[in-house]
C-alpha cells in the first residue's frame, strides 16, 4: 500500500503555487491537503491539516516563510522554494530539508523528492520505537516554551483536539489526539486510564476500588482518574505477578 504524504503549498503568487502543484502532479504519493497565499492563512492549515511537509515561499506581504517558522509551535518538514538565492544558508539553519530556486527544474525537483521521502520514511520508522521516559520534549503554547523529560509529565487529558500536559506545577496544550500521544509513548510507564486520559504510572500515589469492579487512581498531584471498566481490567492484568 503506497503512503501519502500530506503536501501544503505556501506562497503568495498564484502561479507558483500552480507551478509546485503540476510538479508534484508527477509523484501521486504526494497529497496536496491545501494551499495558502500568507503566513495567516498557512497557519490555520497546518493546525487543521497537520501536514507532512510544506512547499514553502520566503518572500510574502507582510510576513516571510520565516515568520511562519518562528510561529508554528510544531513544524512539518520544510522545502523552501523561492527566486532568490541569498537565502540558502539561512534556510537550513532552520533545518529546511532543501531550497529550491523558481522556477523549478524537473531533474532538481526530482532529487528533492528523493530527499522528503528519505526523511518521511527515517521519522516513520523512529516513530515505531516509543519515546523513552528519559528522553526530553520541546512544547510550545503560545509564548511559552518548555523542555521537559517525559518522566516529569503526571497526566495528559483530552481537550478538543488537543491534549493538556501536566507537569509539575505547570500545564500546556499541544496540537496532537490522545491516540497520536499514546502511540508515542512507552507502555510500560504511560496508560490510557479512560477515553479522555493518560496516566504517568509513576506518579500514582494511591489505588482504590471503584464501583462496579472499577479503579480509581489518586495521583501524586492529589489529582483523581477513573479508570474504564475496561481499562481497569487491563490495568490489574497488566500489574499482576
Same mark, same amino acid.
Given at each position: 500500500?503506497?503512503?501519502n504524504?500530506k503536501?501544503l503549498?505556501?506562497?503568495?503568487?498564484?502561479?507558483?503555487?500552480?507551478?509546485?502543484?503540476?510538479?508534484?502532479?508527477s509523484y501521486p504519493?504526494?497529497?496536496?491537503?491545501?494551499?495558502a497565499?500568507?503566513?495567516?492563512?498557512a497557519i490555520?492549515?497546518?493546525?487543521?491539516?497537520q501536514?507532512?511537509?510544506?512547499?514553502?515561499?520566503?518572500?510574502?506581504p507582510?510576513?516571510?516563510?520565516?515568520?511562519?517558522?518562528?510561529?508554528?509551535?510544531?513544524?512539518p518538514?520544510v522545502?523552501?522554494?523561492?527566486a532568490?538565492d541569498q537565502?540558502?544558508v539561512?534556510?537550513?539553519?532552520? @533545518?529546511?530539508?532543501?531550497y &529550491? +530556486?523558481k522556477?523549478?527544474?524537473e531533474?532538481?525537483?526530482s532529487?528533492?523528492?528523493?530527499k *522528503? /521521502?528519505l526523511?518521511?520514511?527515517?521519522?516513520?520508522e523512529?516513530q515505531?520505537?516509543?519515546?523513552?521516559?528519559?528522553?526530553?520534549?520541546?512544547?510550545k503554547?503560545?509564548?511559552?516554551?518548555?523542555?521537559?523529560?517525559?518522566?516529569?509529565?503526571?497526566?495528559?487529558?483530552?481537550?478538543?483536539?488537543?491534549a493538556r500536559l501536566?507537569?509539575g506545577?505547570?500545564?500546556?496544550?499541544?496540537k496532537?489526539?490522545?491516540?497520536?500521544l499514546?502511540?508515542k509513548?512507552d507502555?510500560?510507564?504511560f496508560?490510557?486510564?479512560n477515553?479522555?486520559?493518560?496516566i504517568?504510572?509513576?506518579h500514582?500515589k494511591?489505588?482504590?476500588?471503584?464501583? @462496579?469492579?472499577?479503579?480509581? &487512581? +489518586?495521583?501524586?498531584?492529589?489529582a483523581i482518574?477513573?479508570l474504564?471498566?475496561r481499562?481497569? *481490567? /487491563?490495568?490489574?492484568?497488566?500489574n499482576?505477578?
Amino acid at each position: 500500500m503506497m503512503k501519502n504524504y500530506k503536501t501544503l503549498i505556501v506562497d503568495d503568487e498564484r502561479l507558483a503555487r500552480e507551478e509546485v502543484r503540476r510538479a508534484l502532479g508527477s509523484y501521486p504519493d504526494f497529497t496536496i491537503v491545501g494551499e495558502a497565499n500568507n503566513v495567516e492563512v498557512a497557519i490555520e492549515l497546518i493546525e487543521k491539516e497537520q501536514p507532512d511537509i510544506i512547499f514553502l515561499d520566503i518572500h510574502m506581504p507582510g510576513k516571510s516563510g520565516f515568520d511562519l517558522l518562528d510561529e508554528l509551535g510544531t513544524v512539518p518538514e520544510v522545502v523552501f522554494t523561492t527566486a532568490y538565492d541569498q537565502y540558502a544558508v539561512q534556510a537550513f539553519e532552520v @533545518n529546511a530539508l532543501d531550497y &529550491l +530556486v523558481k522556477p523549478l527544474r524537473e531533474e532538481r525537483f526530482s532529487k528533492t523528492i528523493e530527499k *522528503v /521521502k528519505l526523511e518521511l520514511k527515517k521519522q516513520e520508522e523512529q516513530q515505531k520505537v516509543p519515546l523513552a521516559k528519559h528522553q526530553k520534549i520541546f512544547i510550545k503554547d503560545g509564548e511559552k516554551v518548555y523542555f521537559i523529560a517525559l518522566a516529569e509529565v503526571i497526566l495528559i487529558e483530552s481537550v478538543d483536539n488537543y491534549a493538556r500536559l501536566y507537569f509539575g506545577d505547570q500545564k500546556s496544550m499541544i496540537k496532537r489526539s490522545l491516540n497520536q500521544l499514546e502511540e508515542k509513548l512507552d507502555p510500560n510507564t504511560f496508560f490510557r486510564a479512560n477515553r479522555g486520559q493518560i496516566i504517568n504510572t509513576e506518579h500514582i500515589k494511591e489505588i482504590q476500588p471503584y464501583f @462496579n469492579n472499577k479503579l480509581r &487512581l +489518586v495521583l501524586a498531584t492529589g489529582a483523581i482518574v477513573d479508570l474504564s471498566s475496561r481499562q481497569s *481490567v /487491563k490495568f490489574k492484568k497488566r500489574n499482576s505477578l
